[in-house]
């Protein structure tokens, strides 16, 4: 399983990322400063880094231009992940040597498509494709779902909203945005088709249904456990 670093020092942020991370089937450890990233890199070269720009102890772009300066390290790919928006800012990012920029606020899922993207693209294309939340296991590879160890059997829809509810899992995520994803920008249909999926989708998963929450007038979350509640 791959590590990832994510050096954040807003825990929010920080939190999100690494259960997103998680549960697309990566390792991750967290720093909020330049320092403790630095202590563990001399333990552990990370397949790849998420990297703040504004840190309370030094600035991420000198960061990235401190890892590509360093045999060691100058092949790790780094996404930046900051408020920054302005286009010099990122240009600045890149030409130092960052991989890619990611500017806050940032979708779960374009976070996990970049990442996976950049692994590709660095040559570590080994990609996980396993989601595992409490009983229910998601093998990409093989498109299909388990719980507690039994296959369940799902439609192509259904298999897609689990997975990207699993890919958010405790962020809420609204109507619009898992029709867009799921369905496609051109879906004329009603949006009561969304809640059929879903309880039928509850359904089959038997006991770990209960894990889909509705958000009244917002939309779903999956409930990982992690203390976000509906």
Known sequence: MRMIYIVEDDRNISEIESFSLKNSGYETAVFETAGEFYEALAGQV???VLLDVMLPDEDGLHIVEKLRKDPQTQKIPIIMVTARGTEMDKVKGLDLGAD????????????ISRVKALLRRSGDGRE??????????????????????AQCELTHKEYELLKMLMLRAG?????????????????????????????????????????????RNVGYILDNGMGQQP
């Open 46 to 48: 990370p397949s790849l």
């Open 171 to 215: 962020i809420v995520t609204g109507r619009a945005e898992i029709l867009d994803q799921v369905w496609g920008t051109d879906f004329q249909g009603e949006s009561r088709t969304l809640d059929m999926h879903i309880k039928t989708l509850r359904q089959k998963l038997g006991r770990a249904g209960s894990m889909i929450r509705t958000v």
């Open 100 to 111: 890619d920029y990611l500017t806050k606020p940032f979708g779960v899922m374009e976070l």
């Open 128 to 149: 996980e494709r396993q989601l595992r939340i409490g009983d229910v296991l998601l093998d990409d590879e093989r498109h299909a779902v388990y719980v507690d160890g």
